[in-house]
């Protein structure tokens, strides 16, 4: 199992950082990642989302962090189809990639938020139909050629993306995954499955059981080939200290937070029956109880935050390995301590957790 860090950008009323220094220490966390050999860092893309996340433009952010790094994979989680033409996406995509050097992991989704449907003109009852053309054609132009297309929503003739992606034959795809049709949906177009932060294991560890089984059906039992990716990753708030109460006592009030400020996000789309959203609304029960009892002997015991010492995060990680995540993506402090202890955390993370599960720091 590779362990990845995952980042909100968030910028808490209570941990006295600015936005620039979110921004900056986030950068230095990316730096000790690499070192601590780390896979992959992970950015979301939301807008409008005060305190929760801040970071609207990942694609920029990441773009720093490739000058500041030269190993860590550089990915999205994800960007939202729907909100862009996919012919900036696929430019960006691989403008990313060319001064990477070839680091770049293209996740993919339709977002969630209403208020960002409306603020970028999209009809939340298009966005199945926007996505699977924005896909189509940010495929076409990893093959290097002009773009020829013709759907619903766009049109292209003879259309050049530069520059060009320096991956062969492209970098690797995910989507977002939340309903047991969107796995199954991964698994026939022969891509990799990323689990948000609000899902518990118990439905999570189901679905990747669906993944498996799909991919068997799609594409046979043998090696996937260059063109495919056949990876779970599942986002997860994550503390690991050498002492584990001291652990538990300084997550528990940001992994709160953080939980409560993603269910508030999360809140129209599970109340409300939104066109070809119908699975968050068969998830509604579960916002209740977290909404009002929401606290981190709930997140654990719904598999949605590991806090604790090595010995215990160990055998946490090693339940989700067994069941099949390829990748774990930590949400360290998620976003809500002090850069000083997310850092201690990466390094205990590093040398007592990851060779454990052959993942060895370099």
Known sequence: MRFDVFYELSVPPFGGRSERDVYAQTLNELEAAERHGFSTAWLVEHHFMREYSHSSSPDLFLAAASQ????????????????AHPVRTAERLATLDVLSGG????????GFSPAEYAAFGVAMADSRSVTQ???EIIQQSFSGEPLHYRGRHFQLDGVEVLPK??????????????????????????IGALVGPFKPWFMVKEDIKRYRRAWREHHGAGAPSP????????????????????????AAPGLTWFYRQLLGQTYPVLEQLY????????????????????????????????????????????????????H???????????TEVVQESMAVLASEVMPHLGAAPP
């Open 275 to 326: 066109e070809s959203y119908e699975y968050y609304r068969k998830m509604g029960h579960l916002r209740s109880l977290l909404g009002k009892a929401v606290n981190l002997t709930v997140l654990e015991t719904l598999g949605m935050a590991v806090v604790g010492d090595p010995a215990h995060c160990r055998k946490r990680f090693e339940a989700l390995a067994r069941a099949g995540v390829d």
């Open 133 to 135: 053309e924005a896909l």
């Open 68 to 83: 500041r790094t030269r190993h860590l994979r550089l990915g999205h989680a994800i960007i939202p189809l729907p909100y």
């Open 227 to 250: 063109h495919q990716n056949p990876r779970v990753g599942m986002t997860l708030g994550v503390l690991c200290l050498e002492d584990g109460a001291r652990a538990r006592e300084l």
């Open 328 to 338: 774990v993506l930590c949400a360290v402090g998620a976003g809500a301590l002090p």
């Open 103 to 110: 680091r770049v992991e293209f996740g993919f989704g339709r």
């Open 165 to 190: 992606v320096v991956q062969h034959p492209h970098p690797p795809i995910w989507t977002a995954a939340v309903s047991p049709d969107s796995f199954e949906m991964a698994a026939r177009l022969g």
